[in-house]
Structures are given as C-alpha cells and as structure tokens.
C-alpha cells in the first residue's frame, strides 16, 4: 500500500479487496489516523490503475453531472442519502462517535469524489455512484475468468472467501477474505430458534458479501451453514435471504461433511512425512476432530456439540469465570472427549492442527501481535505451555478487559475463555506438546471445493 500511495498510509488499516495479481484494490481505514484526528474516509482506492481510470471520468465532468441528476432526480438521490447513511453506520462499528462524520469519503450532500463511491461499491456498499463508476471503469486489468465466493455461516462468525483461480489451480489468487462476527446462533442452544435480530445482523453481513463478490465479478456464490443453522427450526427463514442475495440455495453442512472440509483445508499443502494429522475446529456450537493419514484426505471425523457460545451460556456464570464455572468446563468438556476420542484416533496424530477462531486468536496473543496479522500467525506453532498460560491469563479477565485485547475480534472476547479450555484439553488429552495454527479452514474447503468441481 505505501508503494501505491507512493507515501506511508497515515491510518491503520486492513485490505478489503485486492486486483487480479493479488496487490491491494480498497482498503479499510480506521476512523481515527495515527495522529488520533477523524478520518471520514472509510474505503480507500489503492491501486494506481484503477484510481486513474477513476480520475479520467472525474477529469470528463462527471461530478457535476452525478450532482446535477442529484438534484433534479429524487429517486437517485434517496438512493445516494442511503448509501450515506450505510457507509457511515459502517465506519461507526469501529467508534461510535464517527457515526456523525458525513457518508462516503465525509460528504454531507450530492458526491465528491468518484474514488470514495467505487471504494465503497467494491468493498460491498449498496451504492449507486460507486456501481455506476464501476459499470464505466471496470475491469482496469485483465481478470482471469472462473472467480468464485465462499460464505461460511458458522454460530458465531460469517466469513467470505473469494478467489481467482490461477492458470494451474494450486495456487489460487485471494482477492477477498473477511470476518465478521454476527453471533447467528445466539440462543438457538436454548430456544431451538435463530433469533430474529440475530437474523437480520447476519443477513445485512451476507448482502454485502454478496455485492462484494458481484462486484468482483464473481458468478457463483456458495454458502455454507453449520452447525447454528443446522439445529434451527426456522433455518428457512436464513435459506431464503441466502437465495436472494447469493443466488443459490443455502447448503446446510452436516457434521461430517464440515470435519471433511476442514480436514481439507487445514491440511491442503503440508508435508506428507508430517501425516497422520489430526485437525480440530472449535465453533461457536460444535467442534469436530478429524483424523487423516495424508494431506487434504479426511479418515475418521466426528462433530460433537460442544463449542464456545454454547459452553459458555450454559456453563459460564460469572465474569471474570468462578472456579466453579471452570470447573464445570473441565468436566464438561472431558466427557465430550472421552466420547469424541473413542470414534477418532486422535493419539495416533503425529501433528495436531487447530482451525478457527480460537486458535488463531491464542496464537496472535502468543505472539505478541498488536494488531491481528493473520500472516504472521498462519502455520505458526503454539507451545502447550503457551497455550495453558494464555488460557489461564484470559480466564482471569473480565470480557471487557478481554475485549479489549488489541487482536481480539469484536464479540470473541466473552467467549473465547470456553474455547481455550476446549484448546488446552485437546491438547493436553493427546499428548501434544505443541499445535500447528492454521489460518485456512471449512472456509478454503469449501471454496477449493468449487475451483476443483
Ligand atoms: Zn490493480
């Protein structure tokens, strides 16, 4: 980014798309710069040839124009006050405050500035400037054909996964890859429903992914549900907003399946010599263990019905955990495992790879990171002794200390206490001095999935 900007970004930031070649396309900035000042401009336009392509229409008189139909055009305009009203309830997720920064790029009224309005269009703003700039500039470079989107639709979290297949396959080009957490499955262990603000929290998170996706050119829009959905006796109510955003009908992933595809992508590439290999993703309503003799080939898998957002409502009391609480975890998960491990030959792994969010939040702690980077913590090793002490440390906090860790995900810090006890007991049950953490999971399953249909 600082070699596209040709100067060093004043905000932190993370990438929200990226070109075909895999440089940076938008970016998201943080509501405040590193000088702690407002920054209105949320989605940044990075690359140099799309941002000129973008430049040459404003240099053709657009703006004026846009604002000319602005005003004589009410539809448009209500249309154009939404995408305001969207992009600023956006940025305000970070900080409340910045709710009141103006809409796209800081504008009040009408549009300014083009590259504001395609930023936002690509990161999945409902926005109709920014799909009109795209209808005239797009595509700056010649995309490969074939890109493809995966959604998983987990308890806690709904992820995208984008990807523009590369001329032999292995290596695909990621051109998106996001997280939000959504906590669909909040309730749904007690009521047997998924909740109806929990629903349209995760639907608004699935609209946009799709218009991301769109706007990346993407045909075809697979989303996977587990285990929230798979228990809900309203899940309809989930399919249909699937069809009508996605354009495909939801596939709700059994048990089994999900340890398949996480077995897939947790394993996809690692040395053979290194196999057996057991895999484990701790969810927000269930966790599976998979056992495999050889990279990406599942053997002996099984889903269980623990995972952090269920164990926690059920058996978390207090904050910071009495040692009542923890205790209840340990025997509680125990019994899982003695069920779990009698179907699955979890001792015989010779390496153990820990998928998901709990994982890969211990291992940024582990590290030290003062930013998530999962980069920096894909096929990393987490020590057993890191992971018992970490466990320890988080068990002590209360969930806004937690929450306030500088690499914990909004919504993970209340119940990520749950998900390293289920961590430290894995490892501790199979003798594992150490866990390879890995940042690719159901999620890449699926997605490789459809690359190699
Ligand atoms: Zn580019």
């Not at 009391?317 to 205790?327: G, I, M, N």
């Not at 906090?397 to 690499?407: C, F, K, L, Q, S």
Request: hydrophobic residues 45%; glycine residues 10%; charged residues 25%.
């Amino acid at each position: 980014v600082r070699d596209q900007l040709g100067r060093d970004p004043t905000t932190p930031f993370t990438v929200v798309v990226r070109c075909t070649g895999g440089h940076p396309l938008v970016i998201r900035n943080a509501p405040l710069d590193a000088a702690g000042d407002p920054f209105p401009t949320t989605y940044w336009l990075t690359c140099p040839d799309v941002v000129r392509a973008v430049s040459r229409v404003e240099a053709d008189g657009w703006i004026a124009r846009l604002n000319d139909r602005y005003a004589a055009d009410a539809a448009f305009a209500r249309d154009v006050e939404r995408a305001h009203e969207t992009y600023a309830v956006d940025r305000a997720r970070d900080l409340a405050a910045a709710r009141g920064w103006g809409g796209v790029g800081g504008t009040r009224r009408g549009l300014k500035c083009l590259h504001a309005h395609l930023a936002y269009h690509l990161a999945g703003g409902d926005d109709p400037v920014g799909a009109w700039v795209a209808e005239r500039v797009l595509p700056v470079h010649d995309d490969l054909p074939g890109r493809i989107a995966a959604i998983d639709q987990g308890t806690n979290s709904c992820r995208l996964l984008v990807l523009e297949p590369s001329s032999d396959v292995v290596d695909p080009t990621e051109l998106s890859r996001d997280m939000r957490i959504t906590r669909l499955g909040e309730g749904v262990d007690a009521t047997g429903r998924l909740d109806d603000a929990a629903l349209a929290r995760t639907i608004d998170v699935l609209a946009t992914y799709c218009r991301r996706a769109r706007a990346l050119g993407v045909e075809r829009i697979r989303v996977g549900a587990t285990s929230a959905v798979r228990d809900a006796a309203n899940r309809d109510e989930f399919a249909d907003a699937v069809r009508r955003h996605a354009g495909s009908e939801l596939e709700v992933i059994t048990g089994e399946a999900e340890a398949a595809l996480s077995f897939l992508g947790g394993t996809r590439g690692l040395p053979a010599d290194d196999a057996p290999f057991l895999v484990f993703d701790i969810g927000g309503g269930s966790t599976e263990f998979v056992v495999g003799d050889a990279p990406a080939r599942a053997g002996a898998a099984v889903s269980t019905r623990m995972g952090s957002v269920r164990l926690t409502e059920r058996l978390v009391a207090d904050d910071p955990p009495s040692e009542v609480d923890l205790r209840a975890l340990e025997v509680g998960i125990g019994r899982v495992l003695d069920d779990a491990f009698a179907a699955v030959p979890a001792s015989e792994a010779r390496t153990v790879v820990g998928v998901a969010g709990t994982a890969t939040t211990m291992q940024a702690i582990a590290l030290g990171l003062t930013r998530y980077d999962p980069e920096r913590i894909h096929r990393t090793w987490l020590s057993l002794r890191d992971a018992e002490r970490i466990f320890a440390e988080l068990a002590r906090m209360t969930n806004p200390e937690r929450a306030a860790i500088p690499v914990m995900v909004p919504g993970r810090g209340d119940v990520i206490v749950a998900g390293a006890a289920i961590l430290v007991a894995v490892l501790r049950r199979v003798a594992a001095e150490r866990l390879l953490v890995s940042e690719t999971d159901i999620l890449d399953g699926l997605a490789w999935e459809m690359l190699e249909a």
